[in-house]
């Protein structure tokens, strides 16, 4: 992780950090960084204890919470299959937040979710409820980041970060734009299209993440189509960490059993204790 982004040049002042940005710029000075996605409900959400404490013992840094719906432009066939059964569970966004209020975890949790959702539950009334969770940040890949200041102010106001994410066209005028207003972490998308599309990543990714990697003043962290201790081990010399969904949400789909076979495949160990 020679390439890890540890400076605070470049940070938009007129932002405030949140404090889930303190702990991510901690941990990335500690060891690699590993958020692990899973869409809540799809497996009852009954079982959501469950997998974050699987996914708590194998190091997880924070953890994305998917919130199920109907046209989830970024996903690609597992995470929407996941999404399907969830609803079909009969998991709505408000059944999901009643279940995180009951859970007891120390890892941080990220919502991952679509616009549409988050407006039609209302920002207010989400950040009110958010009080009695342990989540620190939300990802919502169909905002435009032009359109972020609807809900700035509010999250500012209640300690929430708002993940930006980066595609792998953006020139590089546009992502100093983006890391200098970023918050949380910088979600560096390492291929054009939807999660979970398999390892072709393109042959210019290691620059272009080493790139943003050096211009942010935040960790940045590779995602979409890991799936191997290889994947991790290589974007983790270039970035803060990866961020791992379909490969994971396929194997919680088969059973618990399964994730942590995963967990191992991707060169995880169990902590300590656990």
Not at 56 to 63: H, L
Not at 95 to 114: A, D, F, K, R, S
Not at 175 to 191: E, H, R, S
Not at 249 to 257: E, G, H, K, M, P
């Amino acid at each position: 992780m020679s390439n890890k982004s540890k400076n605070e040049k470049g940070r938009d002042r007129n932002m405030s950090q949140s404090s889930f940005t303190t702990y991510m710029q901690q941990q990335a000075k500690e060891k690699s960084c590993f958020v692990p996605y899973i869409m809540a409900g799809a497996n009852g959400l009954d079982r959501l204890q469950a997998e974050i404490d699987l996914l708590s013992e194998y190091g997880a840094t924070a953890i994305e919470i998917g919130i199920p719906f109907s046209d989830p432009v970024a996903d690609g066939p597992v995470i929407q299959q996941a999404g399907i059964q969830a609803r079909a569970h009969g998991t709505t966004f408000k059944t999901i937040i009643q279940q995180l209020q009951q859970l007891n975890t120390e890892v941080p949790l990220i919502l991952m979710g679509y616009a549409n959702s988050f407006f039609h539950y209302g920002f207010q009334a989400l950040l009110e409820a958010l009080k009695e969770t342990n989540v620190k940040a939300l990802i919502i890949p169909d905002l435009p980041f032009e359109h972020r200041d609807l809900v700035i102010p509010l999250l500012t106001t209640a300690d929430i970060a708002l993940i930006t994410l980066i595609s792998l066209t953006s020139p590089l005028s546009r992502i100093n734009t983006l890391t200098k207003a970023a918050d949380g972490f910088v979600y560096a998308v390492t291929v054009n299209g939807v999660t979970g599309k398999g390892s072709d990543f393109s042959e210019g990714l290691d620059t272009h993440l080493q790139a943003v990697a050096q211009i942010s003043p935040i960790p940045v962290l590779a995602g979409f189509g890991i799936r191997s201790a290889a994947d991790v081990k290589r974007f983790s010399r270039i970035c803060g960490g990866v961020v791992v969904g379909s490969a994971i949400v396929a194997a919680l789909d088969q059973s618990l059993i399964e994730a942590e076979q995963m967990l191992q495949s991707l060169g995880l160990e169990k902590k300590k204790g656990s």
